[in-house]
């Protein structure tokens, strides 16, 4: 079992910058596909980033590319996620994700999830 924990949400205002983190703890963590999604209000959850466990590469959607790096501590147990320029349209709950499988990705098909942590951005 992989239990993960978010933190780092808040109220910021328009065009300022947030760090999500994400702790796991259980399993190695080394070993683990971690993702990024959101989910806002009355609307679906949908991808923001992904980073594999095996090659360490990143990938965005297209909601926040250019906006949002991914980025993980093994050492820590910690994934992050830097987010920069944030609009209204950002609002949302924030969760991670964690799955042993190295290809989930992007999709949203994680086996394990986190609690979320809102971000509210104000105009």
């Known amino acids: 079992q992989v239990q993960l924990v978010e933190s780092g949400g808040g109220l910021v205002q328009a065009g300022g910058s947030l760090r999500l983190s994400c702790t796991a703890s259980?399993?190695?963590?080394?070993?683990?596909?971690m993702g990024w999604f959101r989910q806002a209000p009355g609307k679906e959850r949908e991808s923001v980033a992904a980073?594999?466990?095996?090659?360490?590469?990143?990938y965005y959607a297209d909601s926040m590319k250019g906006r949002v790096t991914i980025s993980r501590n093994n050492a820590k147990n910690t994934l992050y996620l830097l987010m920069n320029s944030l609009k209204p349209e950002d609002t949302a709950v924030y969760y991670c994700a964690a799955d042993y499988r190295d290809y989930v990705l992007l999709s949203a098909n994680y086996n394990y999830w986190g609690q979320g942590t809102q971000v509210t951005v104000s105009s």
């Open positions: 980073i594999s466990w095996s090659s360490g590469s990143t």
């Open positions: 259980g399993r190695s963590f080394s070993s683990l596909a």
